[in-house]
């Protein structure tokens, strides 16, 4: 089976800075890696995906991840966040041929002027 | 396109009462799932559908039912409401498998008192 774990619950950090949310996967098998967003009062929307390839992966609003085997990691990244990036960030992961997701606990990013 | 509606988008039931929250979409996809929100608990997978006429448990089936007619509906029935079902309901679809994006309807926030 898999699972997702983050790390982080919440996650304060200042406009124009750099961000990194943290993920980790424990599975037996190979893996779909994805990041969802939901800002307030809505359902999710999907960041990006890892399904094979290239380990760095990039999303919208400049979001990017990397893909770490070794580590079982796929940590999201932005170089420089914005006040709309304000929101609860999800990791999930999904095995091949697998019908559905497991969603971790999410991270809140807040973003402060 | 609409993509995934979800009604009602709040709901307050006594406890015992039963309800169904329905979700539509318009997008022609054949799989479609029903997930739960809690705080601090990311989003548990209820039931899903890979298509009309097929329904599969997930994570946390228990007090819950679901039927899939059509391709377009997936409705689901809460039989003698709770308060442990108090929740945000999240339905979502896609094409096909565990390894394309889902598409998330807004949510219907239910409190069970």
């Known amino acids: 089976a898999q699972s997702v774990t983050q790390l982080d619950s919440q996650v304060p950090v200042f406009e124009e800075a750099p961000v990194e949310l943290r993920c980790n996967y424990s599975s037996s098998v190979s893996v779909y890696l994805f990041w969802y967003v939901q800002y307030p009062n809505q359902g999710l929307q999907l960041l990006l995906k890892y399904l094979s390839g290239s380990t760095l992966v990039k999303g919208i609003n400049g979001f990017e991840a990397e893909f770490n085997k070794s580590q079982t990691s796929f940590h999201l990244r932005k170089p420089s966040v914005h006040i709309s990036d304000t929101a609860e960030y999800f990791c999930?992961?999904?095995?091949?041929?697998?019908?559905?997701?497991?969603f971790g606990t999410g991270t809140r990013l807040t973003v402060i002027p | 396109n609409a993509g995934v509606t979800q009604t009602p988008k709040f709901r307050i039931l006594k406890i015992g009462q039963s309800m169904t929250l329905q979700c539509a979409q318009d997008?022609?996809?054949?799989?479609m799932y029903w997930y739960r929100q809690d705080p601090g608990m990311g989003l548990k997978l209820i039931y899903y559908s890979v298509g009309a006429g097929i329904t599969d448990k997930g994570e946390v089936p228990n007090g819950y039912n679901v039927s899939r007619s059509t391709t377009e509906d997936f409705p689901l029935r809460l039989e003698l409401a709770a308060p442990s079902q108090t929740s945000v309901y999240f339905c979502?679809?896609?094409?096909?498998?565990?390894?394309?994006?889902?598409?998330f309807g807004p949510g219907t926030r239910l409190t069970v008192l």
């Open positions: 979502a679809s896609n094409l096909e498998g565990a390894h394309n994006e889902q598409f």
């Open positions: 997008m022609n996809h054949n799989y």
């Open positions: 999930a992961v999904a095995g091949p041929g697998a019908n559905n997701l497991f």
